[in-house]
């Protein structure tokens, strides 16, 4: 296996690839706009569009179909009931973005904010002060999800039995504190619950409350956790396939991170539980039975992969918001039980199709970018070894 | 024990099969069958009499036997499960697709108003599985043609199926009166109750099925590595398709085999969270989530667990509400104990983990 | 034998307003034969040619679903809103803002607890817990002695709760033991089996429903034994079926819990909206059976 | 060629004993290792013989069943590559190990990225992530997505991850395994630097001309136990091949005479096993002809990236063609799929082993019998019999090893994996076998034998194409070479004496000055 030693001088190899133009090359302006083109046409950004587009249509049809003359379909006031409503499912969400991004799953969330609301309230009746109560309740959010983190982490059980181990034992310790419906009269509680500004007057009067104000804070902390951070972008390495071992062998503290992502989720669960706390002002051991299905649908609408690896924080928000306009449009037509639940699974099917198309039509562009990015000069020296 | 009687009921014709067969049950299977073997010892030293088998007015009769009943649903999910989540995927809707088959079977026969005869009832029987079979075609279709991923897929159906199937009984409780579709949960062949050798039955042709042909490996190729397994021409669309039919179609029959005994279309409640019975099940009995290779007899194992622990909390007095704890506890020390982590301490793919370092003197 | 207190159906049908009052009702959900039967005469009862608007909302057994829909509700403007809570607790907010937006509220099928002042115009419904004192009455009358095994509901369910309040409090002794069947009949077939192997001394079984009745019934028979003599049975709610048993001789006492007063509250929120005051509080007459029941009772029942 | 060997300098690395057991195999048996600073020490064995596994011991991804290692005179065990890089061993493993779904600059700076407070500076990280891409002369965006690149590319983009640290220790296992020779040159004058700043370099490769150019010293694995040492200027080719093999030097040469071959080959009138016309799928290869005929091997050349892989694709039927029609013996295929090809008698070896090849969790055994398997349908299972003596016969015939049919394949060495898949492929008795770097990171010896396989599989009748980076090896084997550049089929040679590597760059420049 001899060979033709012709040492290339290094400037021959030099390669340009993903359609992006050297630095300092001229035309400067139209690079970087044609670079962000690139990277907005970006396969990873299409389904959250696609969940902004499905939003809008779907204020659209209501704006068509339920403003009275009176009053409009989208106004204020829908948005902050919109909040009000979901800002539990928004941080669960948020969680579960965590989880769903390394590939893989939290179905102990439903019950963990049942067991929270419990947990609260058995305390608040107990005469235990406020601020430990909202702690131990946020924390036993925390327990479940270090106990599913190391489950998964150190003794391999897949994500979708630990937490659905989890969600069994979360259930099982709900109907040991009560199986009865535990009302939280605690001053404190409520007034934290009922503490909101009031905007506008009449019919059109709507409102901030604490429980948006929180969510709206945990997806920011999550936004900064996830796209500024070592350990963010670690998140979505895990989720590269291959069970995170190339984020581990590059030397990144793969073992760790998993378990952190299981840790968050059951913490934002725990936050969760409080807000769905704070919005029923009672604990129950049948709440939040299929409240883990709603979270991951609406991570899976916000155009995350449940394989792993992609999606996004905002994307996931956009989900909670589609979920929540649903559920109002279903109410607003008075659909019996029956039609309600094929309807909201027939909204499902569309948007997933929706998101096909989106990404199908996507994979075509993306061979035009290949097409166009610059070939190897001519000079280049051949593979000889 | 009761244990084998059903492990095994391979009519063995295919010896083949079979080594396969023993070899994948190998000692992933260790560990369900003593979780299994200890709680049905418990029950009977708390409550004894409890492992007695009596012969009763011309059949078998005793809390086995019931248990072994109780298991044939599980067991039936199971077996479509373990081979959907052989390919990747995981199919959430049959719980569903139970109600839905169970409210098409019993509305045909409530309007038929001729219950009573074998006919209507076998015509019952058949359309209920017909629609089954085409509602697992449907999720096949999703998942293989238009490539949604499995969880989604038949998350949607798992969340309409419910309201189809109360479409189908207009929310009510159909309830019928027909001797011969009721034989189907409660009747006896040779004293052995109907749903025991329908389950045994099932496995037993899908055993043949998976294993006696080479669909088994191919499932587990597909499972493992899609697009090389494409690339070998193995038609994985074609056949994921036809585990994901398959799969709605037993899910169907546990659905009948489930309602038939009471004879009641209760589509509110007729298979509610069955799925994730199912999939625990199939976890139990050793095979792993992620696709790949799969095991058929451990889905026994664990769908015995699975009826003995419930019974279990009634037999030794607990309140019903403990019940979920059990679950998780027996979950949660199965999967441990099977953890390959703590089953090869050889293990090749090990991760980066702390581990104290062995100062080790050296000269340098 | 079970009392009824307040108003009963009056004779005007015609909103007296004139023009249709636009209702919202939500419904906790559709779990039961019961409830669907109750949703049924609800939708009879608030139709356009009696001169309501109803807006209809199936809650899914989600508390959750049910305050969405009443913000809901309020925000649209309705004349009046009725709903049967999923659970008694919780209500503390919508209510307040339902009160804020002075849009009266008429609570079906269950009461709530909550700290607001004067929440809700006026509750109509069936009370649990009575009919759990109506079918103590009975053991202690005809089987004082009774070793029970009490079959429980969906544990939470407030059917569950109420139901065993009066049973626990008064026979707390003869219990035996309890499980669950969450109120269908396949588990509580499989419960009762387990119960014949676990209790060997039952005499009697509590079930707090029909369903769950008709399943243990299978599990008695199939062990040999005769339901109605050997393990005699008292049930709730009286769906055909049950009676269908009942008269069979299987069930010893059914209590009824009775889903088919759309009218009545049809008739409540007229009142209501027109300002009209009501009694604070209307139960819907229980009656209970026992084996004597006639064929034609049954045949009478529409679910 | 090799500078001073720096023999006084004491050892950065030191490993002593090392052993290693994986359930079935003993992977590595009291295997010593010695790195000094300022040195390139390669690690020489064929397919399976250790060298990965020594590696991930080193830095602690298995843990070790016996042995010493000392780093810097000090005894330090790691707990994985985060641990060893702290220590200052920074490592480029075999199987590209990055996230394709991170960008560029994440893969290459994650863990080092510039930071702002409590923020990742990313415009600072981007900037740094460009300038360790231009020290091996590449320039991407580092914002685009890792895997939408090739794999040479990736590959480079492990090196400069590697490079990023300034390391006591850099270990590359075959890192060279697809760059082509500019690169290669690239990464050694980086190498050359490296070690004139006292950096110890570990470098595996089966590329030899690679060991004599870069290294100074050799360590020599064979089945997983020490050969031994050797300053590599002093030891012969054929000395080193014949000790990593176990074989005597003298019937190397032979295997290496017998493949060589480049007798031309009369095709008139005689009707081609497969035709393509005018075959082309936008955006990855501009339509091109080709004719395959009987017992002819037709070797692909070109640069990386030039599209030899999706042309061996659209044969095969891998991907759709858009344009274009194809023929195989005189019938016409349209929607070619990979099961069509395989009962058409076409298989196609895949470039890339661990995704598009094996199946990770199966046996040998399984392995070799799925393409078999899919062709008959899932229903007509092979009998045991004649799978079981199929497989017996290519484990012997391609020295698979371990011998053991129920081995599972993932435990299998990079090599032997390949040996398994060609296996897998031979096993349809396909009458046109196209094979996508067949002999990527493959031994001497193996690959001598694959050469020769090929060779004789053609004068049995067999029509292969050939596709490799190696332009010796393919010029070697073929009987005709169709030259690829920028994804266009440029020109085709009649192999011949006259026609040598420089003909085929001639081919390639010549066509770019033109277009
Ligand atoms: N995770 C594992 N489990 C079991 N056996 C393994 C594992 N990894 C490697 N082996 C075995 O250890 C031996 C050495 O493998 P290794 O990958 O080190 O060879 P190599 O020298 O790198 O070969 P190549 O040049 O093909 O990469 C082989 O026999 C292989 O089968
Ligand atoms: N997954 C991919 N995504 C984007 N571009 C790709 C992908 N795979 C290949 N390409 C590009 O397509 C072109 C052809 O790639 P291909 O792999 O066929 O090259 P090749 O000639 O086979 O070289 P080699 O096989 O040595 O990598 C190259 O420009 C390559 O960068
Ligand atoms: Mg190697
Ligand atoms: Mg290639």
């Known amino acids: ?385 | 024990m009761t244990g084998t009687v059903a492990t095994d009921p391979t009519p063995s014709p295919a010896d083949r099969a079979r080594r396969t067969f023993s070899r994948l049950a190998g000692h992933t299977l260790f560990w369900p069958v003593v979780a299994l073997v200890v709680l049905l010892l418990a029950c009977g030293v708390v409550s004894p009499g409890f492992l007695d088998v009596t012969v009763q007015d011309g059949h078998l009769f005793g809390q086995v036997v019931d248990i072994l009943r109780q298991s044939a649903t599980p067991l039936l999910l199971a077996i479509g499960m373990c081979l959907v989540i052989a390919t990747g995927g995981i199919d959430l809707s049959v719980g569903a697709v139970m109600a839905i088959s169970l409210a098409v079977s019993l509305t045909y026969i409530a309007e038929s108003g001729s219950g009573t005869t074998v006919g209507t009832a076998l015509t019952g029987l058949a359309l209920g599985l017909v629609v089954a079979l085409v509602i697992g075609a449907f999720n096949g279709f999703l998942v293989t043609v238009l490539g949604i991923q499995p969880f989604i897929a038949t998350l949607i159906l798992m969340i309409a199926g419910r309201g189809i199937a109360m479409l189908i009984t207009k929310g009510q409780i159909t309830t019928v009166t027909s001797p011969p579709f009721k034989a189907i949960g409660s009747g006896y062949v040779l004293g052995i109750p109907m749903p025991v050798v329908i389950a045994a039955g099932v496995f037993a042709l899908v055993v043949l099925l998976v294993r006696g042909t080479a669909l088994g490996m191919l499932l587990e190729s597909i499972g493992i590595n899609r697009e090389a397994s494409r690339l070998a021409g193995v038609k994985s669309r074609n056949i994921t398709w036809f585990v994901y039919a398959l799969c709605g179609l037993l899910a169907g029959l546990a659905g009948i085999v489930y309602g038939a005994p009471t004879m009641a279309a209760d589509a509110n409640n007729v298979g509610l969270m069955k799925e994730l019975d199912a999939i625990m099940v199939v976890v139990l009995g050793g095979t792993k989530l992620e696709g790949g290779k799969f095991s058929l007899a451990g889905c026994v194992v664990g769908a015995l667990i699975l009826s003995t622990l419930e019974r279990a909390v009634v037999i030794f007095h607990l309140p019903t509400q403990v019940t979920p704890l059990f679950k998780a506890l027996i979950l949660i020390i199965v999967c441990i104990a099977g953890s390959d982590r703590l089953r090869s301490r050889a293990g090749a793919a090990r991760r980066a983990r702390r581990t104290p370092a062995v100062p080790v003197e050296v000269a340098a | 034998a079970c009392s009824s207190g307040g108003s009963s159906g009056s004779d005007d049908t015609k909103g007296s307003g004139g023009d249709t009052i636009k209702v919202g009702f939500s419904q906790l959900g559709a779990e039961s034969g019961w409830r669907t039967a109750n949703t049924d005469s609800v939708k009879a009862a608030f139709t356009k040619d009696k001169g309501f608007d109803l807006t209809f909302v199936d809650a899914q057994q989600k508390q959750e679903n049910q305050i969405k829909a009443i913000r809901d509700f309020i925000d649209q403007g309705v004349d009046a809103i009725a709903f049967s809570p999923v659970v008694e607790t919780g209500w503390d907010q919508v209510l307040q803002e339902a009160k804020d937006a002075e849009i009266p509220v008429v609570l079906v099928d269950r009461t709530v607890k909550t700290s607001v002042s004067d929440p809700y115009a006026t509750y109509i419904g069936n009370d649990f817990e009575k009919e759990g004192e109506t079918a103590v009455a009975w053991i202690k009358k005809n089987a004082a002695d009774a070793k029970i095994f009490e079959l429980q509901g969906t544990l939470g369910s407030s059917a569950q709760v109420d139901r065993e309040k009066p049973v626990d409090s008064e026979l707390g002794s003869q219990i035996v033991g309890k499980a669950s069947g969450n109120f269908t009949r396949a588990e509580g077939k499989a419960a009762t089996e387990a119960a014949l192997q676990a209790y060997p001394n039952m005499t009697m079984i509590v079930s707090h429903n029909d369903d769950m009745a008709l399943g243990a019934i299978e599990a008695i028979e199939a062990a040999g034994k005769k339901p109605g003599t050997d393990i005699k049975i008292v049930s709730f709610d009286g769906v055909r079926d049950g009676l269908q048993a009942l008269h069979d001789k299987k069930i010893n006492y059914i209590v009824e819990c009775n889903p088919v007063y759309g009218d009545q509250i049809a008739d409540l929120v007229k009142k209501v909206v027109n300002g009209e005051d009501v009694a604070k509080s209307t139960i819907v007459p229980d009656e209970a059976f026992d084996q004597t029941i006639t064929q034609e009772t049954i045949d009478a029942r529409k679910y | 060629m090799s500078t001073t060997s720096t023999t006084a300098s004491e050892p950065v690395v030191r490993m002593t004993g090392i052993t290693i057991e994986f359930p079935g195999v003993k992977a590595l048996d009291g295997v010593d290792l010695t790195l000094r600073p300022g040195e390139v020490h390669a690690l020489m064995g064929e397919n399976g013989a250790g060298k990965s596994t020594l590696i991930k011991a080193l830095t602690g991804v298995y843990r070790i069943d016996a042995g010493t290692i000392a780093v810097a005179g000090t005894a330090r065990r790691f707990d994985g590559p985060a641990d060893a890089q702290e220590a200052g061993v920074s490592t480029v493993y075999q199987e590209v190990n990055l996230a394709p779904n991170l960008s560029v600059a994440e893969n290459i700076m994650l863990g080092h990225e510039v930071r702002l407070g409590p923020f990742v500076n990313w415009p600072a990280t981007r900037r740094a992530a460009r300038t360790h891409l231009a020290r091996l002369g590449l320039d991407l965006d580092p914002m685009s997505m890792l895997g939408t690149h090739s794999i040479a590319i990736q590959q480079l983009c492990a090196i400069a991850r590697a490079m990023v640290v300034d390391a006591k220790v850099l270990i590359l296992d075959e890192p060279t395994s697809s760059l082509d020779k500019a690169e290669v040159a690239q990464l050694f004058d980086v190498m050359r630097q490296l070690r004139a700043d006292g950096v110890a370099i570990l470098f595996v490769s089966h590329f030899l001309d690679q060991v004599y150019e870069i290294t100074d010293r050799l360590t020599v694995l064979r089945n997983g136990r020490l050969v031994g040492e050797y300053l590599t200027a002093e030891l012969p080719r054929l000395e080193l091949v014949s000790k990593m093999v176990g074989r005597a030097s003298e019937d190397l040469a032979d295997i290496e005479k017998a493949a060589r071959r480049t007798t031309t080959h009369d095709l008139t009138g005689r009707e081609p096993v497969l035709r393509a016309l005018g075959l082309g799928r936008d955006g990855t290869v501009e339509p091109f002809d080709l004719d395959l005929y009987e017992g002819e091997i037709v070797g692909v050349a070109g640069l990386l990236g030039s599209g030899r892989t999706e042309v061996a694709r659209l044969l095969y039927g891998a991907d759709r063609a858009d344009s274009g029609t194809l023929t195989v013996r005189g019938a016409g295929v349209r929607a070619a799929s990979p099961l069509g090809s395989l009962q058409r008698g076409v298989a196609l070896a895949s470039e890339d082993r661990k995704k598009e090849g094996i199946i990770g969790d199966l046996t040998v055994r399984e392995n070799i019998a799925l393409a078999m398997q899919a062709e008959r349908g899932a229903w007509r299972k092979v009998p045991a019999k004649e799978l079981d003596a199929t497989v017996a016969r290519y484990i012997e015939a391609l020295a698979i090893h371990p011998a053991n049919p129920d081995a599972l394949i993932k435990n299998l060495s990079g090599g032997n994996q390949q040996k398994v898949l060609l296996a897998r492929w031979l096993a349809t008795a396909p009458q046109l076998l196209l094979l996508d770097e067949p002999t990527r990171g493959i031994d001497v010896g193996a690959k001598a034998e694959i050469q020769r396989l090929v060779a004789e599989l053609a004068s049995e009748g067999m029509s292969v194409v050939f596709i490799s980076s190696e332009l010796e090896e393919v010029l070697r084997l073929s009987h005709r070479v169709v030259v690829m550049r920028d994804r266009q089929k440029i020109g085709e040679l009649t192999n011949g004496p006259d026609v040598t590597a420089s003909t085929v760059l001639e081919t390639i420049a010549a066509s770019g000055s033109a277009s």
């Open chain 1, 1 to 385: 296996m001899t060979s033709t030693q012709t040492p290339a001088p290094a400037t021959t190899s030099r390669r340009t690839k993903g359609g992006a133009p050297r630095p300092g090359s001229t035309g400067g302006i139209a690079d970087v706009a044609r670079r962000w083109g690139h990277r907005l046409a970006d396969r990873r950004f299409l389904p959250v569009a696609g969940t902004l587009l499905t939003l809008v249509l779907i204020l659209v049809i209501g704006q068509a179909r339920y403003s009275t003359d009176t009053r409009s379909f989208v106004n204020m006031r829908l948005f902050s009931n919109l909040l009000v409503d979901n800002s539990y499912l928004l941080v669960l969400a948020v969680g579960m973005t965590f989880v769903i991004l390394t590939g893989g799953i939290d179905l102990s969330v439903g019950a963990v904010v049942a067991l929270v609301g419990l947990v609260v309230a058995k305390l608040l009746i107990l005469g235990v002060p406020l601020p430990l109560v909202l702690l131990a309740g946020v924390l036993v959010g925390t327990v479940f999800g270090l106990l599913i983190g190391v489950l998964v982490q150190y003794f391999s059980i897949q994500p979708f039995i630990a937490s659905l181990a989890a969600m069994f034992l979360a259930r099982g310790l709900c109907n040991v504190v009560s199986v009865e419906s535990l009302a939280i009269e605690d001053k404190g509680f409520t007034d934290l619950a009922s503490w909101r500004l009031k905007f506008g007057h009449g019919p059109s009067i709507w409102y901030i409350n604490l429980s948006m104000i929180v969510a709206l804070v945990v997806v920011l902390v999550a936004v900064y956790l996830l796209h500024y951070t070592r350990f963010g972008r670690t998140v979505y390495g895990l989720g590269a396939g291959d069970g995170g071992q190339a984020v581990g062998l590059m030397g990144l503290r793969a073992a760790r991170t998993k378990v952190w992502v299981y840790v968050i989720s059951g913490t934002c669960a725990g936050i969760a539980g409080i807000l769905f706390a704070f919005y029923t002002r009672s604990g129950f051991n049948l709440t939040g039975i299929g409240m883990e299905l709603d979270a991951i649908a609406s991570v899976v609408i916000g155009g995350a992969m449940l394989t792993g690896g992609s999606g996004f924080v905002l994307g996931s928000v956009a989900g909670v918001l589609v979920y929540g306009l649903i559920q109002v449009l279903i109410a607003r037509e008075g659909l019996d039980s029956w039609w309600t639940k094929v309807f909201i699974g027939a909204v499902l099917l569309l948007f997933v199709l929706l998101q096909r198309a989106l990404s199908t039509g996507q994979k075509r562009r993306r061979k035009k970018n290949k097409e166009e990015s610059p070939a190897p000069p001519p000079a280049a020296a051949p593979a000889v070894s």
